[in-house]
């Protein structure tokens, strides 16, 4: 069981530092095996998921078995905010991401309508201005603590 977890914590690490740039078949096929020997459905999707889009590897999804992950894995690896619209439910966190994976704001106005849309607009346009260090995207973001957070964020 901790061998399972300490595979998945390193998949994590490597998916968020972005340490994947030229990784060899082998070592691709192994952190797949990672995944395979994760129990829990939710967990190896979630894994595969990550490996997906660390290597923007479109064919690591469709070895997702939730249809609504594979389908917000192949939209932000494909850079498609339409294909979010494809899910059967809450597709606000697909919009965002594939936002910030493509630092593109007009996503988060285009897409994210109506009331969740509404409470989820500052955090995309947030985590754009993050991802791309771009300020005047925080000039986007409504809530003034956010804002200012956005503005600190991004001059460190």
Request: proline share 1%; net charge positive; with cysteine.
């Amino acid at each position: 069981m901790k061998k399972i977890y300490f595979t998945f914590f390193i998949l994590l690490l490597i998916f968020v530092s972005g340490c994947i740039g030229g990784t060899s078949k082998e070592e691709i096929n192994d952190m797949i095996k990672g995944c395979e020997n994760i129990s829990s459905e939710y967990k190896k999707n979630s894994c595969y998921k990550n490996i997906s889009i660390s290597l923007r590897n479109e064919e690591i999804c469709q070895r997702i078995s939730d249809n609504n992950t594979k389908i917000w894995c192949v939209a932000v690896v494909n850079g498609d905010a339409d294909k979010c619209d494809e899910m059967k439910r809450t597709p606000e966190s697909c919009y965002i991401e594939v936002a910030v994976n493509t630092k593109n704001p007009k996503i988060c106005e285009k897409k994210l309508t109506g009331t969740i849309g509404k409470l989820t607009k500052d955090t995309c346009f947030f985590s754009v201005a993050v991802a791309s260090e771009n300020k005047n995207t925080c000039d986007k973001v409504v809530d003034n603590d956010k804002k200012n957070l956005c503005y600190a964020t991004i001059t460190k």
